[in-house]
Structures are given as structure tokens and as C-alpha cells.
């Protein structure tokens, strides 16, 4: 082979070399880089929390009242009790009577404030100092969103929807928990017996308990008050013999279908006749002195005999601590 046949095969040679070169650079560039995921995943989490933040803002919009609606009463507790639920009230109660120094007739009705928002009570007496049910429902709503658990967990308390405000009063601050604010009684139908205490202050949950009434316990009477609610009738245990006066206090509990009337008397005051709500009795009053007992509730049947006494009652604690 002479030179020239040589480097004609040496420049085909060449030429075929980078020929396989820039077809493999143009592969490369045809095809995809590996995905940035890192950086997706900080474009992911930036983006969910500029999400839930325009969410947030929303809600607080929507929900927004002036501070001044709780700016009544004291707050509570965090208590929870796991008491098996008492079985509902078959006949639902109406009114038979007002709530304390307020009163109040009939609701005009019984329906939820919204689609989503709780039940009303039976009688706009129930709700006192001032309180309006919607600012109740807000609270409520309020206190679910801070305090209840995820779905599905033993610490769900469910949604706002799910239960009917029983009785809204003013709290009064105490050592325990100072400042003033409100309170907000609710009951759950489903399961049975259910029942939360929400409290509010300057428009921010700041607490709630929750409980059932258990009918299981011996000596347990048509009338029923759960123990663990008592956050309404008393000021905190470091504040005995100093309590800040005058004091709003409210009971509530349940009824079974043959109680037709509840008195409660709390202090040296006169009777108040409890409205009955659905199965429920509620009944508020005013203190102008310290006391060392525990509400005194009676119930009575549709001829006027009594068939409670909570005196009488071996599972109600009638001794304050």
C-alpha cells in the first residue's frame, strides 16, 4: 500500500472516531438529566406552607370577631374524662324554665347557625352576659380547631357540626388560669352523652375538657352531673376562701324521659329552675360569696314528686375541694 492509500485510511479512520463522538454528545444532550430532587422537594414544602399560610389567613378572615365578645369571663382546664357515655334521652325535653337571672323564652329555632356550625340550645336563655350564638359557635369552632385531635384518633373530638351548645356564660379568671373570658357548653348525640367545656379568652381557645356521663356507675339516678364538669361551679382550689366575687356559675347534666322538672340551688340564692335541652338539664346563677358546697340538684316527675336528690347521690361529689 503506498502513503497516500495509508492516509486516506487514517483519515477515514478519524473521521468515523468523531463521527461515534458527536453522535454520543448529541445522545446526552437528547436525553433527560436525572431529576433535581432536592430542589423539588424545597419547591414542594415552600409551596405547602405558602399554601396552608393563605389557608390560615382565610379562616382567621372569615372567622374574625371583635376581641371584646369574649372579653366576659375566665377560662379552664385541659381535664379530659374517659367515663363510658351515658344512653341518650329518647324523648327529647323542651324548655320548662330559664337558665338563671337572665331567663329566656323559646329559640325562635333549633337549627345550626350554618351548615357546618353546631346546633342552637332550646331557649336563648341559655346563652348569657351577653354572648350571641354565633359568637358561641365561633368559639366552639375555635376550640376544636386548637384542642381536638387528629381524625380518626381517640383524641378527635369531632367537628363543630357535630354538636349543640347547651349553655355559653362568662368565665372569671382565677390563679390557675387568669383572665376573664368565656365559657361554652356543648353535647354530642353521637356517641351518647358526650360533652365538652370550651373556653375562650380574647377570642383564642384557650383550653377545653371533654367527658361523658357514665350510667353504668351503681346508684346512678335519672339525674346525672359529671364531676369533670365542674370547672363551671368553682374557681381554682389555690384561690379557696378567695375567690373573685360576683361569680357566674352554670351546671349542666343529663335527664332521663321521666324527669319533668331540675332545680339547682347554689349558695344562700333562691332555686333556679334548669332548662331541659334534648335530654340535657342547664342552669346558670350568680354567687356574691364564697361557698363550700357543691351545687344542689333536685329532679322531678310530670305529678311534681321528686325523684333526684343530689344529696342523696353517692356518685356526686357534693363537697367542693
Known amino acids: 500500500m503506498n502513503g497516500s492509500g495509508e492516509r486516506a485510511d487514517r483519515e477515514d479512520f478519524g473521521f468515523e472516531e468523531r463521527m461515534r463522538e458527536l453522535l454520543a454528545e448529541d445522545a446526552y444532550a437528547v436525553r433527560p438529566s436525572p431529576a433535581p430532587y432536592p430542589a423539588i422537594r424545597r419547591r414542594g414544602l415552600a409551596e405547602r406552607r405558602?399554601?396552608?399560610a393563605v389557608a390560615g389567613a382565610a379562616l382567621m378572615t372569615l372567622a374574625a370577631v371583635p376581641v371584646g365578645a369574649y372579653a366576659v369571663s375566665g377560662g379552664g382546664?385541659?381535664?379530659?374524662?374517659?367515663?363510658v357515655p351515658r344512653p341518650s334521652v329518647s324523648t327529647p325535653h323542651g324548655p320548662t324554665g330559664s337558665t338563671g337571672p337572665s331567663g329566656g323564652g323559646p329559640s325562635a329555632s333549633a337549627a345550626p347557625a350554618s351548615p357546618g356550625g353546631p346546633a342552637r340550645p332550646a331557649t336563648d336563655g341559655q346563652l348569657l352576659d351577653g354572648i350571641t350564638f354565633a359568637r358561641a359557635a365561633d368559639g366552639l369552632a375555635k376550640c376544636l380547631d386548637?384542642?381536638?385531635?387528629?381524625?380518626g384518633s381517640g383524641a378527635d373530638l369531632g367537628e363543630a357540626g357535630d354538636y349543640r351548645i347547651i349553655l355559653a356564660i362568662g368565665s372569671t379568671g382565677d390563679s390557675n388560669?387568669?383572665?376573664?373570658?368565656?365559657y361554652i357548653a356543648a353535647v354530642k348525640e353521637r356517641p351518647a352523652g358526650r360533652w365538652l367545656v370550651c373556653s375562650v379568652k380574647d377570642g383564642v381557645a384557650s383550653g377545653i375538657s371533654a367527658g361523658a356521663i357514665d350510667a353504668s356507675v351503681p346508684g346512678t339516678g335519672p339525674v346525672s352531673v359529671d364531676a369533670n364538669s365542674g370547672e363551671l361551679y368553682q374557681q381554682s382550689y389555690i384561690d379557696k376562701?378567695?375567690?373573685?366575687?360576683p361569680f357566674r356559675w352554670g351546671v349542666f347534666g343529663t335527664v332521663e324521659a321521666s324527669v319533668a322538672e331540675v332545680t339547682v340551688s347554689y349558695g344562700d340564692g333562691s332555686p333556679v329552675?334548669?332548662?331541659l335541652d334534648h335530654g340535657w338539664f342547664v342552669a346558670a346563677g350568680l354567687l356574691d360569696r364564697q361557698v363550700t358546697?357543691?351545687?344542689h340538684v333536685k329532679g322531678y316527675d310530670k305529678a311534681g314528686k321528686q325523684v333526684y336528690d343530689s344529696d342523696q347521690d353517692r356518685t356526686y361529689q357534693r363537697t367542693l375541694p
Open 177 to 182: 388560669a387568669p383572665g376573664d373570658g368565656v
Open 273 to 275: 329552675t334548669a332548662t
Open 146 to 151: 386548637a384542642e381536638g385531635g387528629p381524625p
Open 77 to 83: 382546664g385541659g381535664r379530659a374524662d374517659t367515663a
Open 293 to 295: 358546697l357543691a351545687p
Open 241 to 245: 376562701g378567695h375567690w373573685k366575687l
Open 50 to 52: 405558602r399554601r396552608a
